[in-house]
C-alpha cells in the first residue's frame, strides 16, 4: 500500500555496523507479514514455556514464550517490594545471595579469615608476625574509601537505569499521542496507517538494540514478526521496502518508520485534512519519540567507563581478603582464643563480603536495562501496552449525543 518507490537512506551504515560487530547468524527464513492493514488485536495463544529463566543460550535468541516466562518472573519480582520482613529475608531469586554465592572473591575472603583462625586454634603461643600485624593499620581507612566509591557507582548506575526506563515510558506516551490526535484528526485509513507506522518503529527500535552495547535479547524473528503479525503493522509491500535495513544491527530501520510517518503527516496537510498547526503538534509527538529511542541508543552505546569498573574490582579483590586477615589476626591468640567471638567475626567478615561484592554487582547489573535479567526493564509490557492502548483508541466510537435527552434540559 505504500507508494515509496525510494531508498531514501543509504545502505553504507549498516554495511558500516556489520563490520563493526560480531556477524550474528539471520534466520534461514525469511518471514513476511500478512497483507492486512487493519488495526485490529488478535487473540493470543496459550504460552507453555519450557525454558528456566537466568540461563543463557549462546548463539541463538531466546523466543517470544521464554521471553514471556523471563518478564512473567520479573513482574513478580516488582511485587515483592512490599512484603513483610520475613517474607523478603527467605527469598533467593533476585537477591544479592544469588550473586553473592557465585563470587569467587567471597569465597577467598572467608578461606582466608577460616585458615587464619585455623591455626590460630592449632598452637598455643604468639608468633612474633602476629604481633608485628597486630599493629595499627590504615585497612578501615581503605574500606572508607571504597564504601564511597561503591556507592557512588550504585547512585550513577541508579539513575542511568531509571533514566532509561523514563525513556521507554516515553516512547510508548508518544505513540499514544499520536494514536490521540490521528484519531480525531486523519481519514480512517491515513490514521490507521500513521499508527501502525509508529508502533512498528518502536519495536524494530528495541530489535536495532542488538547492534550496539551487549545487544539484546529481542529478534526480528521471535519478536518483531510475532507482533507484526498479531497487529497488521507492516504489509508484505512494506516489509519488502524496508528489506535493504538489517533490523538487527542498526536502528535505520527504525528511523525509516519514523520518516514514513512524517510523510503521512505532510500527505494528509497537503490534502487538506489537517492545518499546519495540527501537523506541527502530531509531527513535535513524533519526534519527541524518536528523540526518546535515540536516547535509549546512547545509553546504551555509552556505559561507565571500564577504568571506573575495573578500579572498584581490584580494590575489592585487596580490601576484602586485607579485611580477613586483620579480623582474624585481631580475634585472638595463645590464651585469648574464643570460639563464640572467632563465629562473631566471621560473620562480620561475611556481611563485609555481601556488602562489597552486592554493591559492586547490584551497580553492574543495572547497566543495561534491556538484557534477560530479572532485574532488567519490561520491554514486553510496554510495547504490548502500548499496542493495546492505539487499538483502543483508534476502535473508540463517540456515542451520539443527540439521542440523549438528559443533556438538552
Not at 572467608?110 to 612474633?128: F, G, K, N, Q
Amino acid at each position: 500500500m505504500s507508494d515509496r518507490a525510494g531508498k531514501p537512506i543509504s545502505q553504507m551504515s549498516s554495511r558500516l555496523m556489520k563490520i563493526l560487530h560480531d556477524v550474528r547468524p539471520s534466520p534461514s527464513k525469511d518471514p513476511s507479514s500478512p497483507g492486512g492493514v487493519e488495526f485490529t488485536i488478535a487473540e493470543d495463544s496459550d504460552i507453555s514455556c519450557k525454558r528456566v529463566y537466568g540461563e543463557s543460550r549462546k548463539g541463538c535468541k531466546q523466543t517470544l514464550e521464554e521471553l514471556r516466562e523471563i518478564e512473567r518472573h520479573r513482574r513478580m519480582l516488582l511485587l515483592r517490594a512490599e512484603l513483610p520482613f520475613w517474607r523478603i529475608i527467605i527469598c533467593w531469586t533476585g537477591t544479592c545471595l544469588s550473586q553473592v554465592v557465585t563470587d569467587s572473591l567471597i569465597w577467598c575472603t572467608l578461606v582466608t579469615y577460616i585458615s587464619i583462625r585455623i591455626s590460630a586454634h592449632a598452637i598455643d603461643y604468639v608468633p612474633s608476625s602476629i604481633e608485628a600485624l597486630s599493629q595499627d593499620n590504615n585497612i578501615a581507612i581503605l574500606g572508607g574509601f571504597l564504601s564511597f566509591f561503591l556507592v557512588l557507582f550504585v547512585n550513577q548506575t541508579n539513575e542511568r537505569f531509571f533514566q532509561m526506563y523514563r525513556l521507554s515510558k516515553a516512547c510508548s506516551g508518544r505513540i499514544q499521542d499520536v494514536a490521540g490526535l490521528a484519531k480525531a484528526q486523519l481519514p480512517p485509513e491515513l490514521a490507521d496507517r500513521l499508527v501502525r507506522h509508529i508502533n512498528a518503529a518502536q519495536i524494530a527500535g528495541y530489535v536495532g538494540l542488538n547492534a550496539i552495547g551487549h545487544g539484546c535479547p529481542y529478534s526480528k524473528a521471535h519478536f518483531f514478526d510475532h507482533y507484526n503479525s498479531q497487529y497488521n503493522l507492516l504489509t508484505a509491500d512494506e516489509m519488502n521496502i524496508l528489506q535493504h535495513h538489517d533490523m538487527e544491527y542498526s536502528a535505520l530501520y527504525m528511523k525509516e518508520l519514523v520518516t514514513w510517518c512524517q510523510l503521512d503527516l505532510a500527505l494528509a496537510r497537503k490534502e487538506g485534512h489537517i492545518d499546519r498547526y495540527q501537523e506541527k503538534q502530531m509531527n513535535d509527538c513524533i519526534l519527541q519519540f524518536r528523540a526518546s529511542m535515540d536516547g535509549i541508543y546512547d545509553y546504551t552505546d555509552q556505559p561507565p567507563h571500564f577504568f571506573y569498573i575495573h578500579f572498584l574490582v581490584l580494590l575489592s579483590a585487596i580490601y576484602l581478603p586485607l579485611f580477613a586477615i586483620d579480623t582474624a589476626v585481631a580475634a585472638g591468640w595463645g590464651e585469648d582464643k574464643y570460639i563464640g567471638l572467632d563465629i562473631m567475626n566471621f560473620i562480620i567478615v561475611l556481611l563485609q563480603g555481601i556488602f562489597v561484592v552486592g554493591l559492586r554487582s547490584l551497580g553492574t547489573k543495572m547497566i543495561d536495562p534491556y538484557g534477560d535479567d530479572l532485574e532488567d526493564l519490561s520491554v514486553i509490557l510496554y510495547v504490548e501496552s502500548t499496542l493495546e492502548n492505539c487499538s483502543a483508541i483508534m476502535n473508540s466510537t463517540q456515542p451520539d449525543y443527540s439521542n440523549f435527552r438528559d443533556l438538552d434540559s
